[in-house]
């Protein structure tokens, strides 16, 4: 059996008036992330962690942001292809462990449902996904309410 695992990270900035999407789910809150999806930075975070544990470069290469294809495209849907690649290789996938960095909104609430909807998207057991959220105690980016930050980290096999 070969196993890898991979890390992925990402980041996107709050702007005022945008729906905030945040692992497959639209949040609350007054400000939403800029980009040219939906800018899901949990799901995002997760494409570059899979990608790259399977060695298939990363999410820029795949759904280049100058294509006009991607423009407002539900992460999900990325998601949803990235899961399809690694299983054309043969890979599965182990388990999923993510993090969100923001201080604002507070997201335990909405972690269940974020979850729950990862795991559909990929196919795989909830009990397999974990989803976390930290304040950065009011320093960086983050603590200013500037942008939000994810990490994830994979384990695949085959």
């Known amino acids: 059996m070969k196993i890898r695992t991979g890390i992925g990270y990402d980041v996107h900035q709050l702007k005022e008036g945008l729906p905030l999407w945040l692992g497959g789910i639209q949040v609350p ?4 992330l800029v980009g040219h999806s939906d800018a899901d930075v949990l799901i995002h975070a997760i494409c570059d962690a899979l990608l790259g544990a399977a060695a298939l470069g990363d999410i820029g290469k795949h759904f280049p942001d100058t294509d006009p294809a991607y423009k407002g495209i ?3 849907v990325l998601l949803r292809n990235v899961c399809n690649l690694l299983a054309d290789k043969g890979w599965h996938i182990g388990n999923v462990d993510a993090i969100l960095c923001m ?3 507070k997201v335990a609430a909405y972690i269940p449902t974020m ?3 990862l795991a559909d998207v990929m196919q795989m ?6 989803v976390k959220a930290t304040t950065t105690e009011h320093l960086g980016f ?5 942008g939000i930050s994810a990490i994830a ?3 695949i096999n085959k």
């Open 29 to 32: 809150h007054s400000k939403g």
């Open 142 to 146: 983050e603590g200013r309410e500037e």
């Open 74 to 76: 539900d992460s999900k």
């Open 115 to 117: 979850r729950q909807t």
């Open 103 to 105: 201080q604002k909104p």
């Open 153 to 155: 980290n994979v384990l």
């Open 125 to 130: 057991d909830i009990d397999d996904i974990s």
